[in-house]
């Protein structure tokens, strides 16, 4: 059973909401932003020309580099009085990607995060242990207003704290968790060496996402905890978790709540409209929204659309599984990471060089980042001189100097990427040159 009447309507029914709702946004940010505007104008584009849904091509694309451009409020289209609250997300380099969110705004969320729960088979009487992180991060407060628009219970335990999650499960009787998958697989090798029983738990139903995952996984969650397991997506810009979930009733692609976010499916070279069912580019116009609405914006995720009404009832259009990006962004542990943050740390260090490479490694279950950089020849003269000066006292030295720059690396990445590296300093020309584009990540993890 649908939570709202809008995820039934007709097709016809749903085109007239959606191009009535568009229309109002064109006309909004318009008015309301100085970026779009100037786009607008560049385009020679009025907001009257937008007559149908099929003249949302004409409208132009927005990008990360665009919010990153107009960080941190430029792309805002409220009044900074009107914005309630506010989230950021890793942007491609140093500086994040802050979003905001009117009252009203919020209240939309909560919908799309209220259908979500639904569509998990979550509800009153459940008791939601939300797993996701609370504060920057869009997915703790995103799950959080959901649990609350369904009547569910919800605990915000956030993440980590393995023993703490146990015990809570244990003695709150949490039947439901929200988490990133890789989180729970993680949970239950923690549960395991303590000897709980996953099964005999009251846990039954999970919604994991946020990161690229596969059905074997699902498969292996559901099997080791005993319950049934929904895929939800979202992202900061459009507005967190939300965007898209699935029904448990059948688990057969992701219902978008395109009545709030208007998709697209494009080639990411050419920017072309693609026929319904091929693969591409994810493209988002939010139709309904204040703060921060955004035309035709890149996600940069590959899936694919399918219109066809659910078994659920539902006639939301359902998209497939994201199989993976256009672009390099790594997720490790549900945290957005881009080599070129890792790059901008790099080079501006004195003693390494910028010729570096990321390795993504799964050590157990959970995904994590190596950093090899070659240090100068200077620093490899200098630390030789150190050494040659014979005594042990000079290597010790030469041994804390390699150290500290370790170390420093290490902290100077986990305050711009936010998670912890291993840092491999190596000699000068010991990794390998590329002719054409630079390889800069290696990505290990089994498929
Ligand atoms: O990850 C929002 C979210 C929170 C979604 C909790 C689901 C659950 P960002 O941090 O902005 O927002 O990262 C967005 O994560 O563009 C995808 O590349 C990836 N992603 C999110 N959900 C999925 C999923 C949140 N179910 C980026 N499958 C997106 C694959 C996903 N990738």
């Known amino acids: 059973m649908a939570w709202n009447k809008e995820e039934t309507l007709h097709r016809s029914e749903m085109q007239a909401l959606q191009l009535a709702r568009l229309q109002d946004t064109v006309a909004y940010v318009y008015t309301h932003n100085s970026h779009y505007h100037r786009q607008f104008e560049k385009l020679g584009l009025k907001p009257e020309d937008i007559r149908s849904l099929a003249d949302l091509k004409l409208l132009p694309f927005t990008t990360k580099q665009d919010l990153r451009d107009h960080y941190p409020f430029d792309l805002f289209s409220a009044p900074r009085d009107e914005i309630v609250e506010y989230h950021a997300t890793s942007g491609t380099t140093?500086?994040?990607?802050?979003v905001g969110y009117t009252r009203k705004d919020l209240d939309v969320w909560s919908e799309a995060m209220g259908r979500t729960f639904t569509g998990g088979g979550i509800g009153k009487g459940d008791v939601v242990q939300n797993i996701f992180g609370y504060g920057l991060f869009t997915g703790g407060l995103g799950a959080h207003y959901g649990a609350i628009r369904v009547g569910a219970g919800v605990v915000p335990i956030s993440g980590g704290n393995s023993n703490k999650q146990i015990m809570l499960m244990e003695d709150f009787g949490t039947t439901a968790l929200t988490s990133t998958p890789s989180f729970l697989m993680h949970l239950h090798e923690v549960g395991e060496e303590m000897g709980i029983n996953f099964k005999q738990l009251k846990l039954k139903r999970a919604l994991c996402g946020a990161e690229p995952w596969s059905e074997s996984m699902r498969e292996s969650i559901q099997e080791k905890y005993g319950i049934s397991v929904c895929d939800i997506y979202g992202l900061s810009e459009i507005t967190g978790p939300g965007v898209a979930f699935e029904c448990h009733e059948e688990r057969n692609g992701l219902h978008i709540n395109e009545d709030f976010f208007y998709p697209e499916i494009i080639d990411p070279q050419s920017g072309e409209i693609l026929p319904e069912g091929e693969e591409g580019e994810l493209v988002f116009t939010t139709i309904l929204k204040f703060g921060q609405p955004l035309l035709r914006?890149?996600?940069r995720d590959l899936s694919r659309l399918n219109y066809a009404p659910c078994s659920c009832g539902r006639t939301l259009v359902r998209m497939a599984r994201v199989t993976?990006?256009?672009?390099?962004?790594?997720?490790i542990r549900g945290v957005n990471v881009f080599p070129s943050q890792i790059e901008a740390v790099i080079l501006k260090r004195e003693g390494v060089s910028p010729h570096y490479m990321v390795i993504v490694e799964r050590k157990g279950t959970l995904d994590s980042l190596r950093v090899k950089v070659e240090v100068t020849e200077e620093f490899m003269i200098k630390a030789a001189a150190d050494i040659l000066k014979g005594d042990e006292f000079d290597i010790?030295?030469?041994?804390?100097a390699v150290r500290r720059k370790k170390k420093n690396l290490q902290q100077d990445i986990k305050d711009i990427i936010g998670i912890s590296v291993d840092i491999d300093l190596v000699p000068p020309g010991s990794i390998a040159r590329s002719e054409g584009k630079a390889k800069r990540v290696e990505d290990r993890r089994p498929k």
């Open 324 to 331: 993976g990006r256009s672009d390099d962004m790594l997720i």
């Open 396 to 400: 010790l030295e030469d041994v804390t």
């Open 94 to 98: 140093g500086k994040p990607i802050a």
């Open 297 to 299: 914006y890149r996600t």
